[in-house]
């Protein structure tokens, strides 16, 4: 007889069918995980619900659904659809030509090309005949004649009615059945003793991976006992069952185990180092390093350098952003110059000049509003891009300061919770600086605009309008502005006239109190340039005015050098040229006053988008401080209980571990499968358990250890390099 076993193998399809099938495939992934690589092309597995009014399947991984290469392997896991079309193809994939070579190239007999079928499920589950009618009318329509086997677990106590699966191994009078034999796993033992439901579906799974894995069904006699005929008249003749075991050792039980006793020794290692306590010296440097750090972020979000065009508020530099975002915040800056360009006074003083209509500066200024208007929306979207940018780059620092301290070998959590501490007693002062700030920039527009407001009363006001009063509170002029409905907006029509002066206006977004200062500025302009007297006015005034000043200086002058000629004309020139110096300066006083007035015109759209942006910029400094400083106080809470965060990774390590032990040898494989390690029996409580295992492994790991992986070799060395691990992952300390 021949010592050597040849290798075989046969197609094979296993459909599962509701909860019961569902644990089978779970227990059957599990074995498969022996099954050779070059078998699994030939294996396709469905699961089927019970619930589903029709046959509709799901495909089924190999090797479980979590499992990657199982994801690699098979393209279609996970498809779901109809049964009949999801047989259709994987029975053509399994039992393609192109497979059937491939294994028999690997070493493997095919004796039997056709694919065997196996429906696995519980006894009682309604949905076997849609299933089987499905399998049949496929086969049918292939012509191909196979094996279709049942495995079952359980039998219902309701013996009087005959469950479907046992009329389809009998047949109807003269045909044949439709399925050739059920291995069945009862819940009653040969030795009288109960089985629990999980254990009779481990038995099942364990026959279902030797069915396929060894192709017993190929063999003669298991064939010819299988066999359907139509001679059988019990359904007892149909039934059996099969006995199997493994010999093998739990690997993935094994390492889940050591791994878990390794990780709590080295948790009992790290809560040495980090009860070590830090000396007054380090706690103030790192404190006066957090100080450091907390005044260069409040330096960069306070208002340090003059917003472009704006004529004088202040705006934050952001300048922690230059290192990363360098170009978005020369964006933003582009953003804030388009934004206040609006209201150059050298843009609108050409576009003035220039005009033929005859439009007012005040109409001018107001119709330059509507591109200043979608120029703050632009601005405004870039600005929350780059304070977001910027809070994640604070983030960031803090993060890799923290990280810098925690992972020291030596007292590296007292040094991190000393800088921590300070960063938060910062944080906290700081928040209290956001609301000093939007009251600063609220006061401080309330006061430039006051002075407008006094600037804009005087004479110029027609005598015969009713006076106004103009409110000094109406409620945020950025939330005025944004709804231009708003009560204390008004609209005027266009072409309106306002006390009969050559004032035409254009719908403008401004506020109430806003709008009239505007209006009254505007009168002011428009009386001050009518005051600013005209060349040739000036030119006559200075004729008349020379000959007095003539006159006079001669008759000052003695006698012998009044009456010479020349002395004469000097004196006239003389007179002629202080005159026009005076007329000039007179003038240029007069347009100089009236430039100013246009220009504050331009000053109050300018102040109020100016305090739109700050507005904006404060409700950003709290969506930038108020995370951070939320995550700063995690960081110190975790910092501050970091022993006892420690030491319950630690207790659950261990607990884990034990779990681990409890569910290998408490589970249904245990009492069908026989546990070896290290060429010793592995038992729960015997002469050889997972505590010998792990004590075996430990010897060996540091013994043998290979040189490059020296550090293996010490506790306190796997310590440092989980410690430099996590650095380069730049793990923080609330990620742990």
């Avoid at 849609?130 to 004649?145: F, P, Q």
């Avoid at 007292?414 to 700081?430: I, K, Q």
């Avoid at 204390?488 to 977004?509: C, F, S, V």
Wanted: hydrophobic share 40%.
């Amino acid at each position: 007889m021949s010592s050597v076993v040849r290798l075989q193998f046969r197609p094979s399809i296993l459909i599962f069918i509701g909860e019961s099938g569902r644990n089978i495939y779970e227990h059957l992934t599990s074995l498969f995980a022996v099954l050779p690589e070059d078998l699994h092309g030939g294996v396709g597995m469905l699961a089927v619900s019970e619930r589903a009014p029709h046959a509709y399947a799901q495909v089924l991984s190999l090797l479980g659904a979590d499992d990657d290469a199982a994801t690699a392997r098979e393209d279609a896991r996970g498809e779901a659809g109809p049964l009949a079309e999801l047989l259709a193809a994987m029975l053509r994939r399994v039992q393609s030509d192109r497979e059937i070579r491939a294994i028999q190239q690997r070493g493997y007999a095919v004796p039997v090309p056709q694919t065997q079928i196996f429906i696995a499920g519980h006894t009682t589950s309604p949905a076997f005949p849609m299933v089987l009618d499905a399998v049949a009318e496929e086969l049918r329509r292939s012509r191909i004649t196979t094996q279709i086997c049942y495995v079952l677990s359980d039998v219902p106590h309701d013996t009087e009615s005959l469950p479907s699966w046992q009329r389809h191994l009998l047949g109807d009078a003269g045909q044949m059945p439709e399925v050739n034999f059920s291995f069945l796993y009862e819940e009653m033992g040969q030795r009288g003793t109960f089985h629990s439901q999980a254990e009779t579906e481990y038995a099942a799974a364990e026959a279902l991976f030797a069915l396929v894995a060894t192709s017993i069904e190929s063999a003669p006699v298991v064939h010819q006992t299988t066999q359907k005929t139509l001679t059988t008249t019990d359904v007892d003749q149909r039934l059996g069952s099969l006995g199997t075991s493994l010999i093998a050792f739990p690997r993935a039980a094994a390492e889940r185990y050591c791994t878990d006793l390794l990780g709590a020794e080295l948790m009992r290692g790290w809560t040495d180092t980090i009860s070590a306590k830090a000396d007054d010296a380090l706690r103030r440097e790192q404190r006066e390093r957090a100080e450091r750090d907390g005044e260069a972020i409040y330096r960069h979000l306070s208002d340090r350098e003059e917003r472009p065009l704006a004529g004088g508020p202040l705006q934050p530099d952001l300048a922690f952003l230059r290192e990363h975002h360098e170009s978005q915040l020369h964006q933003l800056q582009q953003r804030t110059e388009e934004l206040f360009s609006a209201f150059a006074y050298d843009s609108v003083a050409d576009e003035y000049a220039g005009n033929a209509t005859g439009e007012s500066w005040a109409t001018l200024a107001a119709r330059r509003e509507g591109n200043a208007i979608l120029a703050f929306h632009v601005w405004e979207q870039l600005a929350r891009a780059t304070w977001i940018a910027a809070a994640e780059d604070v983030e960031r620092r803090i993060g890799a300061a923290v990280n810098e301290l925690w992972l020291r070998e030596e007292s590296g959590v007292r040094r991190a919770l000393a800088y921590v501490e300070r960063l938060d007693e910062g944080f906290d002062l700081l928040r209290e600086r956001l609301s000093t700030w939007r009251t600063g920039h609220r006061q401080e527009y309330d006061r430039e605009l006051a002075e407008l407001d006094r600037l804009s009363r005087g004479p110029w006001i027609p005598v015969d309008r009713a006076p106004t009063t103009v409110p000094t509170n109406t409620g945020d002029p950025a939330t005025a502005a944004r709804n231009p409905a708003n009560a204390d907006t008004i609209i005027l029509p266009e072409n309106a006239r306002i006390d009969g002066a050559a004032l035409q206006t254009t719908p403008t977004h401004l506020p109430r109190r806003e709008q009239e200062i505007v209006r009254r500025l505007a009168l002011r302009a428009d009386w001050l340039e009518s005051q600013t007297p005209s060349i040739p006015n000036l030119a006559a005034a200075g004729v008349m005015g020379v000959a007095p000043i003539v006159v006079m200086a001669l008759h000052a002058l003695p006698l012998q050098f009044a009456a010479q000629p020349l002395v004469i004309v000097g004196v006239i020139a003389l007179a002629a040229a202080l005159a026009f110096l005076a007329s000039w300066l007179v003038r240029r006083h007069a347009v100089r006053l009236a430039g100013d007035a246009r220009d504050d015109v331009l000053r109050v759209y300018r102040r109020f988008y100016a305090y739109r942006c700050e507005r904006r910029e404060d409700e950003l400094r709290v969506v930038l401080v108020g995370p951070l400083r939320r995550r700063v106080k995690r960081m110190r809470e975790r910092l501050e209980h970091m022993q006892s965060f420690v030491e319950s990774v630690q207790q659950a390590l261990a607990a884990d571990a034990e779990i681990t032990r409890d569910q290998l040898f408490d589970g249904p494989s245990s009492l069908r499968d026989i546990y070896v390690a290290n060429g010793e029996r592995l038992t729960r409580d015997g002469e050889y358990t997972l505590t010998h295992f792990y004590a075996e492994v430990t010897r060996r790991r540091l013994a043998n250890a290979h040189e490059d992986e020296s550090w293996h070799r010490s506790p306190e060395q796997m310590v440092q390099r989980l410690r430099q691990w996590l650095g380069s992952r730049y793990a923080n300390v609330l990620d742990l």
